[in-house]
Every structure is written in structure tokens, then in C-alpha cells.
């Protein structure tokens, strides 16, 4: 089993900043994914950011140049430093490891519980 926490999230103006942390226990091996992904309201769960183990990242367009994604593989942790925030920017954000090796179970794709980012004025 893998567990993962989350933690960071709050209300924030726009053009403030957050730094989303989670944690990953449990049975991780690499190489593997670590990403987070949002849903604002009323819309479906979208991509952020994604890095693999060993460091290339992915971005969806929107979050260019002002999202910045990080892991420390020692610690099994993926970080999200999220600058220049932007109402629309309003979601729960979700972190996602994904592996090769699967469990007992036969899972490889974990989530975890996620975590309110609120930009407002």
C-alpha cells in the first residue's frame, strides 16, 4: 500500500503565493511519477505538473512560468511552489504517484485526499 499526504493549501490573494507538500509512504519504488493534479468547482480533474524520478517535468500551459514542481526522492516527497496565483487557479489540488511496480493488490496509481487552494480577494 501507498499513502499519501497532503499538505499546504489555504486561501490566498491573487498574486500571492503556496507551496503544496506531499508526503508518499508505503511501498515506493522507482522508477515512478509524482504529480498533482486539480479540480476546480464544477469541473473535471485536471493535470498540473508531473516530474518523474529522475527529474524531467511536465506542465500544463496554464501554470508556465509560474508553478514550479520538485521532489526529494530521500523523502519520497513532491512539492509544488505556486507563484503569481490567479482566481482561477481555485481548486483542490491532488497529488498522484504512479510506478511500475504494482502492489498485492495489483495497484500502481495512488492519490491522495487533497487539499483546498482558495485565491480570493
Known amino acids: 500500500q501507498v499513502h499519501l499526504v497532503e499538505s499546504g493549501g489555504g486561501l490566498v490573494q491573487p498574486g500571492g503565493s503556496l507551496r503544496l507538500s506531499c508526503a508518499a509512504s508505503?511501498?515506493?519504488?522507482?522508477?515512478?511519477?509524482m504529480g498533482w493534479y486539480r479540480q476546480p468547482p464544477g469541473k473535471q480533474r485536471e493535470l498540473v505538473a508531473t516530474i518523474a524520478s529522475g527529474g524531467s517535468t511536465n506542465y500544463v500551459d496554464s501554470v508556465k512560468g509560474r508553478f514550479t514542481i520538485s521532489r526529494d526522492n530521500a523523502k519520497n516527497t513532491v512539492y509544488l511552489q505556486m507563484n503569481s496565483l490567479k482566481p482561477e487557479d481555485t481548486a483542490v489540488y491532488y497529488c498522484n504517484v504512479r510506478q511500475l511496480v504494482r502492489d498485492p493488490e495489483g495497484r500502481n496509481d495512488y492519490w491522495g485526499q487533497g487539499t483546498q487552494v482558495t485565491v480570493s480577494s
Open positions: 508505503g511501498r515506493i519504488f522507482s522508477p515512478n511519477v
